[in-house]
Each structure stands twice: as C-alpha cells, then as structure tokens.
C-alpha cells in the first residue's frame, strides 16, 4: 500500500495536536482554579473547534480531490464545505449554550483557546522551482 502522508495530512495532524494540547493546557490551569461546571463547559467549546477543524479538513481534501469536474466545481464544493462549517460552529455552540446549559464564558474560553491554535500552525506549502 503506497505511503499517502502528504503535507496537507502533515498539516492537519499538527493543527490537531496543537489545539488538543493548547485545550489540555487551559484544562489543567481551570482544573486548579474553577469548580468542575465550568471545566466541562471550557472542554465542550474546545471540543467544537477541534471537531470543526476534523470535519474542514476532510471537505478540504472532498474538494481538492480530483479534476474530473473543473476547478469552478472544485470551488463551489469549498465554499460548500466552509458554510457548512460556519452552520455546524453555530449548531453545537446553540446546542451547548442552549440544550446543555453549560456556562457560556467557559464556553467562548475554550473555543478562543482552541482557535489560537490556527496561529501556531503553518501549513507546508509546496515550493515550485523555477
């Protein structure tokens, strides 16, 4: 079976391991400062961002994916995928805020923290030679 690690996967995993350890990082500080409520509610914000990261990588390389269609397609499925990660960002901070109830400054503080992770995080782009 032939190696598929490319730099888009390489990217995706380091983007990954950076927001979890950044979220672990904010858990230990508020496990020793906030009672359990707001742990819960800083983990579920943080969990909204890594899930939304999992799911726009995997409609990224949907549209990256073969030409057979065109780059318009291509490009439609991106955009595609971006609004149905800003709907599902939307949808599980609703369902968190408003369902569960969980304590929405902890919340927002996970989900920030988690985003920061876009910071350390550079892709490794291609280079072409000329």
């Avoid at 598929?4 to 979220?23: C, E, K, N, P, Y």
């Avoid at 500080?29 to 359990?36: C, D, I, P, Q, V």
């Avoid at 726009?56 to 073969?66: D, K, Y």
């Avoid at 369902?99 to 291609?126: N, S, V, W």
Wanted: aromatic share 14%; proline share 3%; net charge positive.
């Amino acid at each position: 079976m032939p190696n598929r690690d490319t730099s888009f996967d390489r990217t995706l995993r380091r983007l990954f391991l950076v927001q979890l350890s950044l979220l672990g990082l904010a858990a230990v500080f508020f496990y020793l400062y906030r009672e359990g409520d707001f742990l819960i509610a800083l983990l579920y914000g943080g969990a909204v961002t890594i899930a939304t990261t999992l799911y726009s990588g995997w409609r990224l390389r949907v549209a990256t994916t073969g030409d057979e269609h065109g780059p318009a397609l291509n490009m439609a499925e991106f955009y595609r995928g971006t609004l149905l990660r800003f709907i599902l960002v939307i949808a599980l901070l609703a369902l968190g805020l408003g369902y569960l109830k969980l304590e929405p400054r902890a919340i927002i503080i996970g989900f920030a923290i988690t985003q920061t992770g876009y910071l350390f995080c550079r892709g490794y782009a291609p280079r072409r030679r000329g």
